[in-house]
C-alpha cells in the first residue's frame, strides 16, 4: 500500500459523480501543465466537454485530496479506437504539488488498475518536451517501454493475479476509508 508523499494528501479514486471536482482540478491547472497535459493549449470550454465526454463507467480515475480538494489525477481509459487490450493514461498535478513524488504514486494506481482490466498497452500522450512525464515514465522501465513524443506502454503482466487485485482491493479500501474520515472531519469543523 502507497501512501502519498505530501502531509494530509490522500490518494483514492473518484466517483462518476464527482466529475465536477475532476472539471475544476483541469481548470486550475497553469498554461504550462495544462499543455502538457493536453498536448497543446485547449480552452476552458474544451475541458468542460472533455470531462463531460470522458466521465464513464469504463474509466478509472485516481485522484489525489489536500484538505478534500482535488490536487492530481490519474486516468485511465478504453482506447475508443484500439482494440480491448488498449487504453490511456494520463496525469494531471497542480503546480504547487507538482515534483513532490505525487505522479509516482498516481502512476502505480494506474499501472495497477491497467493490469486487473487486463489492458496491455497503455499509451500516454507526451510532448517531446515533457521531461518530467518522461522521466516519470522511465522509473517505471521494468514495467513499461516508451517512445517519444507519445509514450507507449506496455503493462508488466498480461492477466491480473489474485494478489494484484487484492492490492487493487486494499487500496480502494484504504482510500474509502480516509475519505470518511475527510468527511467525518468536515462535518465536525462545520457543525
Ligand atoms: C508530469 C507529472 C504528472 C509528474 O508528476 P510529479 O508528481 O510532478 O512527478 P514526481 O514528483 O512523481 O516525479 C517523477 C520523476 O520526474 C522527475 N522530476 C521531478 N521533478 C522534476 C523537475 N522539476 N524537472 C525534471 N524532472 C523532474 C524525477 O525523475 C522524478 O522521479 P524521482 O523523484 O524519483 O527522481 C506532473 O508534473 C504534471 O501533472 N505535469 C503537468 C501535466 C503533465 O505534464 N501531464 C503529463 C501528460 S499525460
Redo the contacts with the bound molecule.
Keep these: 500500500m502507497h501512501d502519498p508523499?505530501i502531509d494530509g494528501g490522500v490518494i483514492r479514486k473518484l466517483w462518476i459523480s464527482e466529475a465536477d471536482l475532476y472539471r475544476d482540478h483541469l481548470l486550475r491547472?497553469d498554461g504550462?501543465?495544462?499543455?502538457?497535459?493536453?498536448?497543446g493549449g485547449v480552452s476552458d470550454e474544451f475541458i468542460r466537454s472533455y470531462v463531460n465526454l470522458s466521465t464513464g463507467l469504463d474509466a478509472v480515475t485516481h485522484g489525489f485530496f489536500v484538505d478534500g480538494a482535488l490536487r492530481?489525477a490519474?486516468e485511465l481509459r478504453p482506447l475508443e479506437s484500439g482494440s480491448a487490450a488498449e487504453a490511456e493514461?494520463?496525469?494531471?498535478?497542480?503546480?504547487p504539488?507538482?515534483?513532490?513524488?505525487?505522479?509516482?504514486?498516481?502512476?502505480e494506481r494506474t499501472l495497477l488498475a491497467a493490469r486487473n482490466r487486463g489492458y496491455k498497452l497503455l499509451h500516454?500522450?507526451?510532448?517531446a518536451e515533457?521531461?518530467?512525464?518522461?522521466?516519470?515514465a522511465?522509473?517505471f522501465d521494468a514495467e513499461l517501454t516508451f517512445d517519444f513524443g507519445s509514450?507507449v506502454g506496455e503493462v508488466e503482466a498480461p492477466h491480473p493475479t489474485p494478489l494484484s487485485v487484492i492490492r487493487e482491493m486494499m487500496e480502494d479500501g484504504h482510500g474509502f476509508a480516509t475519505a470518511m474520515l475527510e468527511v467525518q472531519s468536515r462535518l465536525l469543523r462545520t457543525a
Excluded at 97 to 107: D, E, I, M
Excluded at 124 to 127: E, K, N, P
Design positions: 508523499l491547472l504550462e501543465s495544462r499543455r502538457n497535459r493536453f498536448g492530481g490519474g493514461a494520463a496525469f494531471s498535478i497542480e503546480k504539488w507538482q515534483s513532490h513524488g505525487v505522479g509516482t504514486a498516481l502512476l500516454m500522450a507526451c510532448l515533457n521531461r518530467r512525464m518522461q522521466q516519470l522511465r522509473k509514450v
